[in-house]
T-cell receptor
Framework: DGGITQSPKYLFRKEGQNVTLSCEQN?????MYWYRQDPGQGLRLIYY???????QKGDIAEGYSVSREKKESFPLTVTSAQKNPTAFYLC????????????FGPGTRLTVT | KNQVEQSPQSLIILEGKNCTLQ??????????LRWYKQDTGRGPVSLTI?????NTKSNGRYTATLDADTKQSSLHITASQLSDSASYIC???????????FGTGTSLTVIP
C-alpha cells in the first residue's frame, strides 16, 4: 500500500446521498489519480491531478467531483448524479513523466443501497 | 484504439507448479509496461516495470518478459505458493508517461 492511505475501507450510503472518499499520500508525488474497479473490468480513470489546484476529467467523470487543495490530499466525492456508484475505488499517485510507476492505496469499497 | 488484453481470464494451478500469464497491447508509442499483483479487496502492488528497451525483469519468483516488436508481455511465476493467489494486472503507459491502459487481469488460484 506504500505511502497512500484511503479511508474508510468500507462505506455504506443510501441512494441520493453524496459521499466523500479520502485519499492522502506522503510520497511527495505531484500526480494523483482516482480509479473505479468493477468485477471483470479493468481499472477506469475517474479524475486525475498533475499539480495542486488543477485536475482533469478521466474516462468516467460524470457523477463525480474532486478537489486538490493540498499536494498530499485528493478527495473524491461521489454525487447523487452517479447512476451506479457501488464499486471499489482506488486512489493512486505517481511522479509525472516516463517510467515512473503508480503507487496505489488500499481502496475503499462503496456500497449504495 | 489503445488496448491491453490479458489471458487467460482465470487460472488454477497446483502449489509448486509454474505458470505464465500473457498480456497483449496495442498502445503505441508506449513508455513502460508494468505488472501488478492485486489481492482480493486490496490495492494493486507493483511486481515489475519495464521500459520499451528492456526485454526481461525479475522480482524473486516473478519474471516478466517484453517483446516490443510483437507488443506482447508475459509474467512467469516459478514454484507457485498459496500466497500467489491473486489477480495479476498488466498496465501499459502511453509515451507521455501519464496515460495508463489497464488490462482486465488474470485471476490466479493456487491450490494445495
Amino acid at each position: 500500500d506504500g505511502g497512500i492511505t484511503q479511508s474508510p475501507k468500507y462505506l455504506f450510503r443510501k441512494e441520493g446521498q453524496n459521499v466523500t472518499l479520502s485519499c492522502e499520500q506522503n510520497l511527495n508525488h505531484d500526480a494523483m489519480y482516482w480509479y473505479r474497479q468493477d468485477p471483470g473490468q479493468g481499472l477506469r480513470l475517474i479524475y486525475y491531478s498533475q499539480i495542486v489546484n488543477d485536475f482533469q476529467k478521466g474516462d468516467i467523470a460524470e457523477g463525480y467531483s474532486v478537489s486538490r487543495e493540498k499536494k498530499e490530499s485528493f478527495p473524491l466525492t461521489v454525487t447523487s448524479a452517479q447512476k451506479n456508484p457501488t464499486a471499489f475505488y482506488l486512489c493512486a499517485s505517481s511522479i509525472p513523466g516516463q517510467a515512473y510507476e503508480q503507487y496505489f492505496g488500499p481502496g475503499t469499497r462503496l456500497t449504495v443501497t | 484504439k489503445n488496448q491491453v488484453e490479458q489471458s487467460p481470464q482465470s487460472l488454477i494451478i497446483l502449489e509448486g507448479k509454474n505458470c505464465t500469464l500473457q498480456c497483449n497491447y496495442t498502445v503505441s508509442p508506449f513508455s513502460n509496461l508494468r505488472w501488478y499483483k492485486q489481492d482480493t479487496g486490496r490495492g494493486p502492488v507493483s511486481l515489475t516495470i519495464m521500459t520499451f528497451s528492456e526485454n526481461t525483469k525479475s522480482n524473486g519468483r516473478y519474471t516478466a518478459t517484453l517483446d516490443a516488436d510483437t507488443k506482447q508481455s508475459s509474467l512467469h511465476i516459478t514454484a507457485s505458493q498459496l500466497s500467489d493467489s491473486a489477480s495479476y494486472i498488466c498496465v501499459v503507459s502511453y509515451y507521455t508517461g501519464n496515460q495508463f491502459y489497464f488490462g482486465t487481469g488474470t485471476s490466479l488460484t493456487v491450490i494445495p
